[in-house]
């Protein structure tokens, strides 16, 4: 994922690629409820741990509203989420009396084992918060990959559903609240910068883009053609609701005067502000850039992001030296496919046919994005069919490919998951970039359908989101590494699926796929820890990848905003890997794939400690 969520790097703030996502968890993180903190509801002491669990997983959720939006609940429906230290505060002092209480109230050696996860799943979500509240200003509030600016839009548009007057009246106010929560991460963002932590230009001159995008059109530009996305939305649903009857034309009128007020009035100086803020930091913009380790408490920051983001001890040494030896192993694994095609020359020319060779590429039109659309979704139904022999739980949720909205379109950026909804009546959503067809080859189609879709995230995040018996809070956990761990194992499963990888070079897009996150693992320590520039990690990616240019330098850029989230998927998938292996030798002839995957999908997401134990305790029970 990515998944999507809050961003990645600071935990006031509310979006990082759900990539991936991280939205709930980290929204919950960092916000407080109106009137101050919730008081907790008394409880029977009769209630077994799990019980007790939903009762504060139901008072921590109140928190958000826009995590109650995401799980399809209108409570609060009218309300954003506050970024500020103090209403993270005040959730990590009720995160912490809340744990203090169940410590109190359980005994956890009287536990069963499944019942011990969920407690020290409760405290390590504790300990995170704890650890981040030192950092809470390092990192960047506005960036081109995960900034507010673009989760704002892309939340109102593809999650407040509007089903009646009421609803769309709380859209109306939600646009309203996007001026104070503006505000808000400017004011964080001014903080972070008075502590050094500046934006690179390219940053800047994303958020800047991505806003006047947002504020292009109708309403803000009477001469336009065409709507701004907000506005459009907003027309689009007042419509709905007329043409069923639900509301009459005088509502109709007058619910479009307002909207049209609140985009004018609330949301147009606020992404002015931001925009103005964006330009005014460029005076700030480092002339070199690279990643955070020379800043002023920048190695501490960076050690706390590879913990936080790997769930690991895991030094930025170590992780560095993992990248080099996997990157050396792929390597060999790619010049036995280049062999397979019978090309007459090195593997860097390799790489360079198929970077450059037209024959890998769409057209870049309409045509070539819809065809891409439906290819992508054609090999997401080829594989379904075949899941039953390799899980046994299934999710219940439908998927849906389409293009990302044009105002957080950028040219060459990785593809990400949004999870639906636990009752089903949202989709998952796998979102494609397509401005930019020279930037999508076909050979790695496959591989990136598997990861976002089936059999990775969006199966991981459905069937987590559908577990039964274990605490509300563990089916809407998020933890990176576990989740793009198994997105990245999912590329590797696929190929012992029947149908999959038909011909060697969507065999060589898997292993392109494979190299990228290991080249990750060497780029992102790289950045952060030994004081590469942008372009020598961009030299160290271009050599042993054939990865287009132009998605290189997204991706290079990727990591420099977002620090450490990008060892997330080898790690992840290593220690999956690992886990299999030592399942298979410890279980012989027992060991059942199925069986072993339903064991990692069927816990939620947990940090990679807590993953190993549940294994172990699963192979302990033969």
């Keep these: 994922m990515k998944i999507f969520m809050t961003s990645a790097n600071s935990p006031r703030a509310l979006y990082s690629y759900l990539l991936l996502g991280l939205i709930f968890i980290l929204a919950l993180a960092a916000c407080a409820p109106k009137g101050g903190p919730v008081k907790e509801t008394m409880v029977e002491d009769t209630l077994t741990l799990t019980q007790w669990l939903d009762e504060q997983f139901e008072i921590e959720l109140q928190f958000s509203p826009i995590g109650m939006t995401f799980l399809g609940r209108k409570a609060r429906y009218s309300e954003l989420d506050s970024t500020t230290y103090e209403s993270f505060s005040e959730k990590m002092a009720w995160k912490s009396a809340s744990a203090k209480e169940m410590q109190r109230r359980f005994d956890r050696d009287q536990l069963s084992n499944d019942e011990r996860l969920s407690y020290d799943l409760w405290l390590y979500q504790l300990e995170q918060m704890r650890e981040a509240d ?22 109102l548009i593809n999650f407040h559903r509007v089903e009646d007057e009421g609803d769309m009246l709380a859209y109306i106010e939600r646009v309203k609240a996007i001026k104070k929560l503006m505000g808000e991460s400017i004011a964080n963002a001014s903080k972070s910068a008075t502590k050094g932590v500046v934006s690179p230009v390219f940053a800047l001159d994303g958020t800047i883009k991505q806003a006047e995008k947002v504020i292009s059109g109708q309403p803000f530009d009477s001469t336009s053609e065409n709507r701004s996305a907000l506005w459009a939305d907003m027309h689009k649903e007042i419509q709905a609701l007329q043409d069923s009857g639900t509301i009459n034309a005088e509502t109709a009128e007058r619910l479009t005067i307002d909207a049209r007020a609140a985009l004018i009035n609330y949301l147009l100086p606020a992404y002015n502000d931001i925009i103005q803020w964006a330009e005014s930091e460029k005076a700030r913009a480092p002339a070199v850039v690279t990643g955070v380790g020379k800043r002023a408490g920048g190695k501490a920051y960076y050690n706390y992001r590879l913990r936080n983001q790997t769930t690991t001890d895991l030094t930025a040494d170590e992780i560095h030296q993992i990248g080099l030896e996997e990157v050396a192993r792929l390597r060999q694994e790619m010049e036995v496919i280049k062999r397979e095609t019978e090309f007459d020359g090195t593997l860097a020319e390799f790489f360079e046919y198929i970077r450059n060779g037209k024959w890998n590429y769409y057209p870049d039109t309409d045509e070539g994005r819809q065809a891409y659309i439906d290819d992508a979704t054609s090999a997401i139904e080829g594989i379904k069919s075949e899941l039953p022999n390799y899980f046994g739980l299934l999710p219940k949720a439908d998927l849906v490919v389409k293009r990302v909205e044009p105002f957080r379109e950028r040219d060459g950026a990785a593809q990400h998951y949004y999870p639906g909804t636990p009752d089903g009546s949202r989709p998952g959503t796998y979102y494609a970039h397509l401005s930019d067809m020279t930037a999508m080859p076909k050979n790695q189609l496959e591989v990136i359908a598997y990861h976002e879709g089936l059999p990775g995230h969006h199966m991981q995040i459905s069937i987590a989101q559908e577990l039964e018996g274990v605490p509300q809070f563990r089916t809407q956990a998020r933890f990176t590494a576990y989740s793009e761990g198994w997105g990245l194992y999912s590329e590797y499963l696929a190929k012992e699926i029947p149908g999959t990888y038909t011909d060697p070079y969507q065999d060589f897009g898997r292993l392109t796929g494979e190299i990228w996150r290991s080249i990750r693992l060497v780029v992102d320590t790289g950045l952060h820890s030994q004081n590469w520039t942008e372009q020598e990690a961009i030299d160290y990616f271009a050599a042993n990848s054939p990865e287009p240019l132009e998605s290189i330098r997204s991706e290079i850029q990727r990591y420099i905003v977002m620090p450490g989230q990008a060892t997330t998927y080898k790690i992840g998938m290593l220690k999956i890997l690992e886990l299999r ?19 990692i999908l069927g816990g939620g997401a947990l940090p990679l400690p807590l993953l190993e134990r549940r294994v172990a305790e699963w192979i302990s029970s033969y």
């Design 134 to 155: 030192a950092f809470f200003y390092d990192g960047l509030v506005f960036e081109q990959m995960n900034g507010i600016q673009s989760f704002a839009p892309t939340f």
């Design 581 to 599: 292996a030592m399942a298979k030798k410890q279980l012989g002839e027992n060991f059942d794939i199925a069986a072993f995957h339903d064991v």
